[in-house]
């Protein structure tokens, strides 16, 4: 005793797989809806046994199947399309479970789905994630639908819809649009399939802004398509991505991530050398919301820029400072890079003045280079010692100081100290947060103040 499900496709025979046109051949009782064995009755033998339901009747249909089957008679149950997309494998197996036929073998014969033979006539259009959806709910309620509907929008899944309307459902698909129209642009392709396959069959593209549920009926189904989807001739194509694909080397990789956190803070007031600043910083704390901490002076990126363009000295507290700056970037302009934190005279003025070595380190760079671009990515002490050089040393007129200590000790103050200063550009990042790696990125990005035009756009929002 056997009960097997089958599919027999769209509705045109061709689209029929040979496995189940053996198992029609061979069944000893045929089970489905009556419209639907005009599309198979030339496989049935002389005496097989035809049971026709109308709609509406599936659990019926499961019930004499599975009378049938405890005659030890082989019972097929047809349906359209995949036996188990929509159709009646589910409300089978449900039913010979709940009863515990367990004498009855069970086999599911797969069928070629609307949706697939909807998607080959459009072309290339399920390319990408998909997913469906039944817009009936005679046996799901709308409100289970609806969060269907808008977690496929949101997900931009490309969604076909299976019964998405009838005489006594109506209003169903336009609500669909609705939601859609939410997540989607309006230009998103629609197309109506109705009786794919079949002689009757016709294929209608609209817009999702122009999409006419009032084209729709019981025999259609609607393909919307997702964010990248493309209409080509009377084709749909939704790319894989084959020809976008993911960065793979590290300039591609550093490219990409540059590009996303640009868009992340395109909406920001900040003026676009601080936007690129800040891009810079986020891609390398890989926190979005590192730039409400970002302070800086008017112009001072565009100063250092140039400074840097024209070969000007760096001064770092730490030598991991002068590590993280890119080195085609100071081999390129003659830069040189300067860290007094391990030199031996540090080491006897730091225990003469009772000085940290940062703090001994950069008095010694400020009296050398008192021009320079000071940048301090570790110790606040570091900081303290500059703003108080600008107090007391008149010739001590830096470029600028990039501060960006890290730590919870005197990092807070050091940093508003630098807050408070008028005469010299400077950029801090407000809080307990900074570091070297950051230090670094914000040269890094004075250096490459020219490349933010790959990626910064003149928005409304930049000064």
């Known amino acids: 005793m056997k009960i097997t499900v089958a599919g027999l496709g769209p509705g045109d025979k061709d689209y029929i797989l040979p496995l189940v046109v053996s198992a029609l051949q061979e069944a000893d009782v045929v089970i489905g809806y009556d419209y639907y064995f005009q599309f198979c009755e030339e496989y049935f033998k002389t005496t097989v046994k035809t049971i026709a339901m109308p709609l509406g009747k599936e659990e019926g249909r499961a019930e004499v199947a599975i009378e049938e089957a405890m005659k030890g008679q082989q019972v097929?149950?047809?349906?359209?399309g995949d036996a188990s997309i929509y159709s009646m494998a589910a409300i089978v197996y449900e039913m010979v479970a709940k009863q515990e036929k367990d004498d009855i073998e069970l086999e599911t014969l797969p069928g070629v789905s609307a949706f697939l033979a909807?998607?080959?006539?459009?072309?290339?259009?399920?390319?990408?994630?998909?997913?469906c959806i039944s817009l009936s709910d005679l046996m799901t309620p709308w409100q289970v639908i609806e969060n269907r509907i808008r977690a496929a929008a949101k997900g931009d899944?490309?969604?076909?819809?299976?019964?998405?309307?009838?005489?006594?459902?109506?209003?169903?698909?336009?609500?669909?649009?609705?939601?859609?129209?939410?997540?989607?642009?309006?230009?998103t392709p629609v197309a109506i399939i109705r009786q794919v396959t079949r002689s009757e069959e016709k294929i209608t593209i609209q817009t999702l802004k122009d999409f006419d549920p009032d084209l729709v009926d019981m025999f259609s189904l609607v393909m919307i398509g997702n964010s990248q989807t493309i209409r080509y001739k009377d084709y749909l194509i939704t790319p894989r991505g084959y020809l976008n694909r993911k960065p793979a080397t590290g300039k591609e990789i550093q490219t990409e991530s540059f590009k996303i956190v640009t868009k992340a803070i395109a909406h920001l007031p900040y003026p676009k050398e601080d936007k690129w600043a800040i891009t810079r910083l986020i891609h390398t704390t890989g926190v979005v919301d590192d730039h409400m901490h970002y302070q800086a002076s008017k112009g001072a990126i565009k100063e250092?820029?140039?400074?840097?363009?024209?070969?000007?000295?760096?001064?770092?507290?730490v030598t991991m400072v002068k590590a993280?700056?890119?080195k085609a970037f100071t081999g390129k302009y003659g830069n040189q890079i300067v860290c007094c934190l391990n030199d031996e005279e540090t080491l006897r003025l730091a225990e003469k003045e009772v000085l940290t070595r940062s703090q001994a380190g950069i008095r010694r760079a400020a009296s050398l280079y008192p021009n320079a671009l000071f940048v301090v990515g570790n110790a606040p002490t570091a900081l303290f010692?500059?703003?108080d050089q600008l107090r007391e040393q008149e010739q001590f007129s830096p470029i600028g100081i990039i501060g960006v200590p890290v730590g919870f000790v005197n990092v807070l103050e050091s940093k508003e100290q630098l807050s408070q200063v008028t005469d010299t550009h400077f950029v801090l990042l407000n809080g307990n947060r900074g570091g070297s790696n950051i230090a670094a990125a914000i040269v890094n990005a004075a250096f490459t103040l020219e490349e933010m035009g790959n990626y910064l756009t003149n928005d409304h929002n930049s000064k």
């Not at 909807?118 to 997913?131: E, I, N, Q, T, V």
């Not at 899944?157 to 309006?186: A, C, D, M």
């Open 385 to 387: 010692e500059l703003t």
């Open 304 to 317: 250092w820029h140039e400074y840097l363009k024209n070969g000007g000295i760096i001064v770092t507290d």
């Open 76 to 80: 097929v149950v047809i349906g359209s």
């Open 324 to 326: 993280g700056i890119t």
């Open 118 to 131: 909807a998607g080959s006539k459009l072309g290339a259009p399920l390319g990408h994630d998909f997913c």
């Open 157 to 187: 899944f490309v969604t076909s819809l299976y019964n998405p309307k009838s005489k006594k459902r109506y209003w169903q698909l336009g609500r669909l649009k609705k939601i859609f129209l939410e997540e989607r642009h309006p230009n």
